[in-house]
Nanobody, 128 residues
């Protein structure tokens, strides 16, 4: 069983940057078998995968709309996954959720049903 706690959301102007953090807790052996990802949801719309990373290998995946702007990374010593978000756009405004899955990073980012654990979310607002 894993617990996920997100932080780092806030209000930022278009073109600005934020870094989200997801602290993952649980059995080390269990944790190493998971991929961790970031999803986002706008009110009235479906939740979508943004970026996911394998804790064991560091293999990562990004949706096309954020590639070259966002960077996902993990610090296994701190049991933390980060999402560095640069050149933010109003379309990035959403509640961002950390998630954990036994599936591959591409699969977990594409299929919400593959998620085993969810964090409670952190709000990112991009507005002038």
């Amino acid at each position: 069983q894993l617990q996920l706690v997100e932080s780092g959301g806030g209000l930022v102007q278009p073109g600005g940057s934020l870094r989200l953090s997801c602290v993952v807790s649980g059995s080390t052996s269990t944790l190493d078998g998971y991929a961790i990802g970031w999803f986002r949801q706008v009110s009235g719309k479906e939740r979508e995968g943004v970026s996911c990373i394998s804790l064991s290998t560091g293999t990562s995946y990004y949706i096309r709309s954020v590639k070259d702007r966002f960077t996902i990374s993990r610090d296994n010593a701190k049991n933390t996954v980060y999402l560095q978000m640069n050149n933010l756009k109003p379309e990035d405004t959403a509640v961002y959720y950390c998630a954990a899955s036994w599936h591959t990073v591409q699969q977990m980012c594409a299929i919400t049903d593959y998620i085993d654990y969810w964090g409670e979310g952190t709000l990112v607002t991009v507005s002038s």
